[in-house]
Every structure is written in structure tokens, then in C-alpha cells.
């Protein structure tokens, strides 16, 4: 009899009986293509200064890509909302249409800028987990953010000062607070932030952009040299970050960060209930699902990946892909070879 009864849960698709555990298990590879895609195509406009181009050939690119994957995809962290970007908006269905039935996050390019000046750690995040497990807070634009790897997992509070955090990580990671680096974006806003994390003691990377890349590098500490990262970045960066430390074992405390009074009645007006205001996030809450994939490609050279490097009719990627259920991280280098034109240009097309 076929489907045999012991494969579980199936999916019918195309006369053909496939287990939906396959699926899931292929889609974290899958990802990588996508992000490769993505990749590939901003890297051509690496240093030269124009990030909307960069940015708008890796959404090409991104969308064209991901239309292959086996899922019934809605897009919940995007390029924004649906009158605001023509591809990747926010409710945007994306995937051939086959179960499973997921919620994305995307990033095309995390680093415009750092594209447009040819500058380190630019690189293209996607995330995918079961539908409904992701969280987006209507129209706040930042989120405070503080995170770090598994070892320090667990003693981390956003709400206590920079300075407590600190001897707390340290603890935890049997070391002086002068041996810890502090990850944090350069911004005017975060003056005091820098004051007192160097009246702690400890040293600190500023970086102009890039804040998952920079989370990112934080989970990774061990192979990194990168302890914590703290301050306001990007709420819908927020999202992807905390898919990867998921799927890495890292810790991420989030805060809304409303700009204006005027912010937080669009926010509460647009849906948000009001006690989110002032909730503390987890990664937990922000993904509230125990199967996470993430993949995430190198544009520009990094810490966490190497950028896109062009041969002679190809170009080799590097790339690194997780999954939470089964704590599996892969890391790929691939080499793409192509005849007759290169792909992912004009929206995939050869």
C-alpha cells in the first residue's frame, strides 16, 4: 500500500506521496540558494555607491529565488509595507504554493551602505519558522537590543546597566570585564551607552551598520573574539537575529524603542497592544516556534562570512546555515559556474 502508513504526516503533491518532516529537513539548504542569489547580485555594486541599486538587485534576485521553494510562505519581515516595496513587503506570499506553511524574514542586504563603500560585513539573511511564530511590531522602526553567546546565556537583563551586564558576562565567561568587547553601532544616540561601557573597563567595536551581522558575531564569540552586543538597532533586524540565536544557543533581550509619542499612537492605533510598550522580548517571543531556519551569505568580506569573490564566467560565495531543532550549523563555500550569461540579473533571468 502506498503511502506506506509508518512515514506519518504526508503531503500529496504532483501524484507524489512526500513525508512533510523531508521538506522541512531540505529547507534550510534550499535557503542557502536564496541568500547565494541574493549575494551574487548586490556584490556587483559593491563600492559603488549607489545602495538603492545594490539593494534593489538583491530583492530581484531574493524574490526570483525563493519562488522555487517548496513552502506556502507569508513574507512578516520585509522591505516594509505593501505600498512601500513592490517585492518582499510585508504579507507578501512567497514559495511555489506547497506545504509547509511558514512565516519569512527577509533581508536582502544587511549593510546597504556597507555595499555602496565596499566596506566589510555585508551580508543577505533569510529566515524561515512555522506560520504565525513570528512577531513584528507595526510601525516601530527600532528596537533596544542587548545579546550574547551561549556562555553568557541566562545572565543577561536589558533593563539593568550596561555596567552590571557587563560583570555578569564576565562571570559567566570565567574573565575580567577588561578581556570583554562590546559590539555597538556607531550612532549619536549612543553616547552615553559608549561612556559607560568604557568606564566599565571593557573594549568596544564600533560598527557604522550591519546590527545582525554584528548580533551575529556575538553568538559566535568563541570564534569571533566578540562578547556582546548592546544599544538601538533595527526592529525588524531583531527578528532575524534572534532566528539565529535560536538556532545557536545565544541570548537576546529586546525593548521597543519608540521615536515620538506620535510613534507609539501610530504603533497602538495600528494594532500594537499597549503593554508591548514597555515588555521585555525575548528571542523566544519574538519566534515563538522550536523550528527555526536561518542562511545568510557574505556580500562584502566579514567576521562572520567572506564576500562574493568573481572569477572568469563564475563566483565562489560563502555561507552559513542553521537550523534550531537540530542545533546544526553548516558552513559552505560554493563555487557557481554559468554559461551564457550570468544569473540573478533582471530578476533572475539569464
Not at 542586504?109 to 555602496?116: M, N
Not at 578581556?179 to 544616540?189: A, G, K, N, S, Y
Not at 533595527?234 to 545565544?250: S, T
Not at 504603533?267 to 542562511?295: C, M, Q, W
Request: with cysteine.
Amino acid at each position: 500500500m502506498w503511502p506506506p502508513s509508518e512515514c506519518g504526516a504526508e503531503i500529496f503533491a504532483w501524484r507524489v506521496w512526500v513525508p512533510e518532516a523531508i521538506l522541512q529537513r531540505n529547507l534550510a539548504l534550499e535557503l542557502v540558494r536564496v541568500t547565494e542569489a541574493a549575494a551574487i547580485a548586490a556584490s556587483r555594486w559593491m563600492g559603488r555607491g549607489d545602495k538603492e541599486a545594490a539593494d534593489q538587485a538583491a530583492v530581484d534576485a531574493m524574490r526570483f529565488a525563493l519562488s522555487s521553494i517548496d513552502m506556502d510562505g507569508t513574507v512578516i519581515i520585509g522591505e516594509g509595507e505593501k505600498d512601500e516595496a513592490p517585492m518582499l513587503y510585508i504579507g507578501e506570499k512567497i514559495g511555489n504554493g506547497l506545504p509547509p506553511k511558514t512565516d519569512v524574514a527577509v533581508d536582502p542586504i544587511d549593510g546597504t551602505r556597507l555595499t555602496s563603500l565596499g566596506l566589510p560585513n555585508a551580508i543577505s539573511v533569510v529566515a524561515v519558522s512555522e506560520a504565525g511564530s513570528m512577531y513584528f511590531p507595526p510601525k516601530i522602526v527600532y528596537m533596544d537590543k542587548i545579546a550574547v553567546g551561549r556562555e553568557a546565556a541566562g545572565v543577561i537583563d536589558i533593563e539593568a546597566p550596561p555596567g552590571e551586564n557587563l560583570r555578569r558576562i564576565a562571570r559567566a565567561q570565567a574573565c575580567e570585564i577588561k578581556d570583554l568587547t562590546v559590539v555597538i553601532l556607531d550612532r549619536p544616540r549612543h553616547e552615553d551607552l559608549i561612556r559607560q561601557v568604557r568606564e566599565a573597563g571593557a573594549r568596544i567595536k564600533l560598527i557604522p551598520d550591519g546590527d545582525v551581522a554584528g548580533a551575529i558575531t556575538c553568538f559566535m564569540h568563541s570564534r569571533t573574539g566578540l562578547d556582546v552586543m548592546m544599544g538601538v538597532g533595527g526592529a525588524p533586524e531583531a527578528v532575524l537575529a534572534a532566528a539565529a540565536a535560536k538556532c545557536l544557543g545565544g541570548q537576546m533581550e529586546c525593548k521597543l524603542w519608540p521615536r515620538s509619542e506620535q510613534e507609539k499612537r501610530d504603533a497602538v492605533e495600528a494594532g500594537l497592544p499597549e503593554a508591548d510598550l514597555k515588555r521585555v522580548f525575548t528571542s523566544d517571543d519574538l519566534i515563538r516556534s522550536n523550528d527555526v531556519f536561518f542562511a545568510a551569505t557574505g556580500v562584502t568580506d566579514g567576521e562572520l562570512v567572506k564576500g562574493v569573490h568573481f572569477f572568469g564566467n563564475g563566483a565562489t560565495t560563502n555561507s552559513i546555515v542553521m537550523r534550531s531543532r537540530t542545533k546544526t550549523v553548516r558552513r559552505i563555500e560554493a563555487e557557481h559556474h554559468w554559461e551564457g550569461g550570468e544569473p540573478y540579473r533582471n530578476g533572475g533571468q539569464t
